[in-house]
């Protein structure tokens, strides 16, 4: 990763994984369970948490909406794709509410800290 795309992350009040993200731990998440599982894992894990406040969920598109309250104000999308039958993807997307232009991170650190999670509940499938 060039040195300007390390400013570019740090500079940022937006984390997005995906399949092809330049960072190794914000690359999707692959499980090894069916979508519904999935879906009701990360559901359940959002729900239960009292951090975060679940504004919408939409199983039909996979997606569920959350508010985190503290310490910081974010928003939250979980999107859980099915990839074949017993291999679901999870992609997060936040975006932190701040007056400056970055959040130290603080949007990566929601990530890695749900995939920590997700890895601690479901069998977590390595697509390197």
């Known amino acids: ?58 199983a039909e598109r996979g997606e569920i909406s959350a508010n985190l309250r503290s310490p910081k104000k974010a928003f939250l999308v979980a999107t859980v794709i099915s990839i074949r039958p017993f291999e679901t ?5 936040v975006t932190t509410e701040t007056t400056l232009p970055t959040d130290f991170g603080y949007s990566q650190k929601i990530v890695l800290s749900l995939y920590e999670e997700l890895d601690k509940l479901l069998p977590r499938i390595d697509r390197s």
């Open 1 to 58: 990763m060039s040195v300007s795309q390390k400013l570019k992350r740090f500079m940022s009040n937006y984390t997005e994984t995906s399949d092809d993200h330049p960072v190794a731990e914000l690359k999707s998440r692959y499980y090894k369970s069916t979508n519904s599982q999935v879906y009701q894992v990360v559901e359940a894990m959002l729900s239960r948490h009292e951090l975060y406040q679940v504004t919408s969920v939409s």
């Open 89 to 93: 993807a999870v992609d997060f997307n």
